[in-house]
């Protein structure tokens, strides 16, 4: 594989499904959902998210997902809205981050709403989005990165199959300003491809 | 307040319809219809307008590329191109946009091109004219201006026939669209109580 010249020439589908969950692009109009997940789970988001310092305005949260529509088709950012198929409940946020087109390589961030925690729907997302950097996206490597201190997120990582590369020691600052340590886990395509069972020729 | 503080929230449909033509925001997979269009017209936008688009011809990647560009700065309230298709066989025949908001007023721009082909059959009047509408009635703009190259007339004759008035000649204050030499440009502006009155009186051509 090769880097992408030109990544807003790349078709991306901005719609898929796992097997609880619809998976897709943000669009105006999902702002009122976003806010609503964001106020109920603002205290377990607080250690972990810098975003998540306030309690949106609804109008904060429109404007939010109206703006990453537009990343979206410009490539910058390809965040993901997570939806239960069963009712369509807003479940949580995901999404390509920090890309870096000339490998390619993604970073996925995850988190769920508070009341939906401990049903598995972060892995689902998290596979499933592997999925599509990989085969759809075409990444030659993919990462996850968390506070050290953030057991739920790591196990997430390790469950995906992700491989813990590095521990970087106070490379950044915790949303209280305290010095973090924070785990790369990584998946090269190979990795990948080997987990799918898919047969490799040099 | 004037103004609007968030463009961005703003509601805004991506296209309507005037009495032969579909007006609507870019999307992906527009690029090839619009490449064709620019090929036949080329010779036409390379007098009038500066941007290298019009200057030089761009493959179909670089024109859906620069449509999916436009698509988003939609949505970013920075910029609103039009594509103008024709009802009656869904053809592509030109561009008309809002360009350069300043949404403390709020003011547009309107710009404006039609495909060589089926050039003189008013298509463009029809456009600015709808264009017009959705800026004063659906953005709620106070001011919109048309800017020409001086020499243009029938890019002049489509402002004075919508209504707007010109308010101004600026001599030399730009390059000919090769950047060869100085130009003048007009300055044609319509206000909002003009719009009003003008849709309640019939548009008189200035």
């Known amino acids: ?74 490539r910058e950012d390809l965040w993901l809205l997570l939806f239960r198929k069963s009712d369509g409940l807003y479940v949580g946020g995901s999404g390509l981050h920090r890309m870096d087109w000339s490998v390619p390589s993604f970073e996925i961030g995850y988190w769920v709403r508070k009341s939906l925690e401990g049903q598995g729907y972060v892995t689902e997302a998290v596979k499933a989005i592997t999925d599509i950097a990989f085969m759809a996206v075409s990444a030659e490597r993919v990462e996850i990165r968390c506070d050290t201190r953030n057991e739920r997120s790591a196990a997430v990582a390790k469950r995906a199959g992700y491989m813990l590369e590095a521990t970087l020691h106070h490379d950044g600052r915790d949303p209280n300003g305290d010095l973090r340590d924070t785990y790369i886990f990584g998946m090269t395509q190979r990795q990948y491809l080997i987990h799918k069972g898919v047969e490799i020729t040099e | ?53 019009c200057q030089n011809l761009q493959t179909p990647a670089e024109t859906e590329e620069s449509v999916r560009r436009s698509s988003a700065l939609w949505i970013l309230r920075e910029d609103f191109r039009f594509g103008l298709f024709r009802k ?37 009047g029809e456009a600015v004219a709808g264009v017009n509408q959705f800026a004063f009635e659906t953005l709620k703009a106070e001011r919109m201006e048309i800017r020409c190259d001086s020499r243009n007339d029938r890019s002049a004759a489509v402002a004075r026939k919508a209504g707007f008035t010109l308010e101004a000649t600026l001599r030399h204050n730009d390059t000919t669209a090769d950047g060869s030499a100085l130009r003048d440009t007009l300055l044609f502006a319509m206000i909002k109580d003009q719009y009003f009155y003008h849709k309640e009186h019939g548009v008189k051509a200035t």
Not at chain 1, 22 to 27: E, G, L, V
Not at chain 2, 97 to 116: C, F, K, M, T, V
Request: glycine share 8%; aromatic share 8%; charged share 25%.
């Open chain 2, 88 to 124: 009656s066989d869904g053809a592509y025949i030109g561009a008309c946009g809002l360009h350069r908001p300043d949404w403390s007023i709020p003011q547009l721009e309107i710009g404006y091109w039609i495909r060589a082909s089926v050039e003189g059959q008013g298509y463009v």
């Open chain 1, 1 to 74: 594989m090769v880097a992408i010249k030109n990544p807003m020439l790349l078709e991306i589908p901005d719609s898929f499904q796992s097997e609880r969950l619809i998976i897709r692009a943000p669009r105006a109009g999902d702002g009122a959902a976003v806010n609503e997940a964001v106020r109920e789970s603002l205290d377990n988001l607080r250690p972990w998210m810098p975003w998540a310092d306030h309690e949106p305005e609804l109008e904060e949260s429109e404007e939010s997902v109206r703006r990453g529509a537009a990343r979206w088709i410009l």
């Open chain 2, 1 to 53: 307040m004037v103004g609007v503080a968030k463009p961005i929230l703003l509601d805004i449909p991506e296209s309507f319809e005037t009495e032969r033509l579909l007006i609507r925001a870019p999307r992906a997979g527009d690029g090839a219809v619009m490449n064709a269009a620019m090929a036949e017209t080329i010779h036409n936008l390379r007098h009038w307008l500066p941007m290298p688009w």
